[in-house]
């Protein structure tokens, strides 16, 4: 009878005494229970209508039922035990399950009239047999931890865990992630592993559980021979299985979806342009490309892009293959360069949907994050990974980042071409893999951090590009102010000292997954980004010395040093002087009636 309620006990007794002796049970003892089944209500104290109630409870049939059929004693005795512990085993197993205080007890080793095996202990010793109240007190959930504390004293109580100083003394932190014991813990968890791996033979880590099985099998050892019973199969459906309302990443969920949302976006980009920057970029008086007209000359085409800026070292070829002057040449190679070189309102509308992209995409990943447990505290990234439950909006933040640097990739024929073009693919290149790669292997909260600093700058940046297209030179000032600080705040100090830290060294610590290929690759594209960010800073530390020694902002990754936005017959191409010395009769002035080459 040990294990059993004591209401349990006092229900077994009870009903003992119903059928007590019953074949000597006189006949107005037999009428008197009737007329009391009868006459009185539910509600009624009579003895003979709480004994009918203890009957249904168990599933028993009515009392008229035994009253006319007496069992024998032993008979008796022997249905009402089976029934009443049948009743409390199956309560006792669904509570464990629905009430959350005992959601870490093994409801599958709960026999009834025996001792659950938590409470076993073969050791002698005073120690041992001292922790098993504590034992008990963390399964069940009763253990008063600081958090639990802080619910009944909230002006005393501090929820910090009172061992590290760290972090809130919940019962994961106190069980999984207190670093004080850590060493204990790593014995414990060794222990667990073997005998998950080794005797057990289970082919998947005990590290992949997810959280709360790898909980209930440190506090109930009873967990382990529960499983222990099951084939490989079931284990493997024991770690699949989820909660309806988790989700976690999968591939098919993000691959094809961000493609769609790329294409999405340059569609939406397109008419973006058309219906608002184009018209706005002509109220503000923002120059449009002019048409060229230029004689189709395959020769000159083919060294145009032969040589590029080193086409003066060629000039004397070039006349005598197509018979034209060199002051020819350099007119069609000038003019020839206009068509290539992007005009003003071209740069214009890409700035200004950049500019929209970004600021938008910012402040709705600052919303999305606002909340979570890992924005402040980056150790977070890693607490229960990889069972970390992905939320719709986190979805939709990383599903709509990735679909705009494939749109990037997509226009990069097409948009405007810097200096930097090698390192601007180089990032996002990397940017995409990280993305992906960290949807895949879950490493999503230390990847929208990732996300979040990087667009936290870049619409600082696009903004002063649209004043100085406007020439709105003090707007374009305080705007690349703004974006200097921030860009040293988040790319030079934040990136590195937070979030690369996070993913090299608390991953480390949390999780132990230093030495994963998974963890190498992961930390190797943060680091190729963070060399970009130091590239990208010199060119904009030069930016910033040209102003203070100028007066004018100019962007050193812009063409502007090498190729003209708006070549004049009077500019050079390229570096090569405009005042080109001819003495062929084609170099001299026209005169009237003159039939010279056009």
């Known amino acids: 009878m040990r294990g059993l309620k004591g209401e349990c006990l006092i229900t077994i007794h009870e009903l003992i005494l119903v059928n007590h002796d019953s074949q000597k049970i006189n006949f107005h003892d037999q009428k008197l229970a009737r007329r009391q089944l009868t006459v009185c209500s539910e509600d009624s104290n009579s003895w003979f209508i709480h004994v009918n109630k203890l009957l249904r409870l168990y599933d028993l049939n009515e009392a008229n039922t035994y009253l006319a059929n007496p069992t024998k004693k032993t008979q008796w005795i022997t249905l009402i035990k089976n029934a009443v512990m049948k009743y409390w085993s199956i309560k006792t197993v669904q509570m464990s399950e629905l009430y959350l205080g005992l959601k870490y007890l093994s409801s599958q080793n709960l026999i009834k009239g025996k001792l659950h095996p938590i409470l076993q202990h073969k050791s002698h010793s005073a120690l041992d047999n001292s922790r098993i109240p504590t034992r008990l007190r963390l399964i069940t959930g009763t253990y008063v931890l600081q958090t639990k504390r802080i619910q009944f004293y909230r002006q005393e109580t501090d929820p910090t865990c009172l061992l590290c100083g760290l972090h809130e003394e919940t019962l994961e932190h106190f069980v999984m992630q207190c670093e004080k014991l850590q060493s204990v813990r790593t014995v414990i968890l060794k222990e667990v592993n073997d005998i998950w791996q080794n005797e057990m033979n289970n082919t998947i880590r005990f590290h992949d559980l997810d959280i709360t099985t790898q909980m209930q099998m440190l506090l109930d050892s009873a967990k382990l021979i529960n499983l222990n019973r099951h084939n490989s199969a079931s284990v493997a459906h024991l770690v699949a299985q989820t909660s309806k309302d988790e989700y976690y990443p999968r591939v098919e969920d993000i691959f094809l979806p961000s493609i769609l949302l790329g294409v999405c976006l340059l569609v939406f980009r397109y008419v973006y342009a058309r219906l608002v920057v184009i018209p706005m970029g002509r109220y503000l008086g923002i120059k449009e490309p002019k048409k060229c007209q230029l004689k189709e000359n395959p020769v000159l085409e083919t060294a145009f892009k032969k040589y590029k800026s080193k086409v003066e070292n060629n000039l004397t070829e070039l006349s005598k293959r197509t018979s034209m002057s060199e002051r020819q040449i350099m007119r069609w190679m000038r003019t020839r360069a206009k068509l290539d070189a992007p005009s003003v309102m071209k740069k214009f509308e890409e700035t200004c949907w950049h500019f929209l992209f970004y600021i938008v995409l910012f402040w709705y990943g600052l919303f999305t994050l606002w909340d979570k447990s890992w924005f402040v505290k980056t150790e977070n990234c890693w607490v229960g990974w990889p069972k970390q439950h992905v939320t719709n909006d986190v979805y939709w933040y990383y599903a709509i980042e990735l679909g705009f640097y494939w749109s990037l990739l997509f226009t990069l024929s097409t948009d405007h071409k810097r200096k930097d073009f090698t390192e601007m693919v180089t990032h996002h290149v990397v940017t995409i893999f990280l993305i992906f790669f960290s949807w895949v292997t879950n490493f999503v909260r230390i990847g929208t951090l990732v996300l979040c600093v990087h667009d936290a700058v870049d619409y600082f940046l696009a903004g002063g590009k649209i004043g100085t297209y406007m020439k709105r030179d003090t707007i374009a000032t305080i705007l690349f102010v703004m974006f200097l600080l921030v860009w040293i705040a988040s790319r030079l100090i934040i990136f590195p000292f937070f979030v690369i830290y996070s993913a090299s060294v608390e991953s480390r610590i949390i999780q132990g997954v230093a030495e994963s290929n998974t963890y190498m690759f992961f930390n190797g594209l943060l ?3 963070q060399v970009l960010h130091i590239i990208w800073s010199y060119m904009i530390f030069r930016i910033a010395y040209r102003k203070v020694t100028r007066g004018k902002i100019e962007d ?43």
Do not use: C, M, T, W
Not at 559 to 570: F, M, T
């Open 556 to 598: 050193v990754r812009s063409d502007s040093e090498d190729d003209k936005d708006e070549l004049s017959e009077g500019e050079d191409y390229k570096g090569i002087p405009n005042n080109v010395k001819d003495n062929s009769p084609r170099a001299r002035p026209k005169f009237r009636g003159d039939k010279g080459h056009q």
């Open 527 to 529: 680091y190729i980004l």
